[in-house]
């Protein structure tokens, strides 16, 4: 057994190798790292006033996902998508603890209440896809900005990851 630690969001994962994507927040292999090699205050990031806002408009965009996916994951006729949107709840939330780290503030009190959906997987599935690229593309574009390193590498991570949502949108399609 041995102890990985992501960079991206800092969680410890047990097991015999890396696994291939943080089961926290889902980034991709590369930023799994020995405990020993995390650095002190990663998250001790000096923000310029852009950066800031970048952040605080992350934060409430995983907040909104998070709420969505629960929303979604409280449907009864389709197990199998609910448990998928279930667990995509949990790595948004996580984007969103990470970004409320970065910025030093408490995760917004209402992120593990579910939100509203659209009422049929259809069209929760047409709205995830649509988020999702939304997330992707904006997390690319605060990454190109931001004069920061860290922020360069988180929002760099999580565009992926959200990219990896989109991919998991067109698998869940075949469930509906």
Known sequence: MKMYRCRICGETYLGSEAPSHCPFCGAHRESMIAPEEYPA???????????????????ELERSNTRFYLGMAERRDNDT?????????????????????LLKIDKPADIAI???????????????LRRETKASALYAEFMARTTSA??????????????????????AKGYV
Do not use: M, Q
């Open 41 to 59: 205050g990663i998250n001790d990031v000096h923000l310029t006033e852009s950066e800031r806002a970048d952040l605080e408009a992350a934060v």
């Open 150 to 171: 860290r922020l360069a590498e988180v929002f760099g991570a999580v565009s992926i990851v959200e990219t990896d949502h989109i991919a998991l949108d067109g698998v």
């Open 114 to 128: 579910p939100g509203e959906t659209t009422g049929t997987w259809e069209g929760d599935i047409a709205e995830s």
């Open 81 to 101: 998508l609910r448990s998928t949107y279930k667990r995509l709840a949990r790595v948004e939330a996580e984007h969103c603890s990470l970004f409320c780290k």
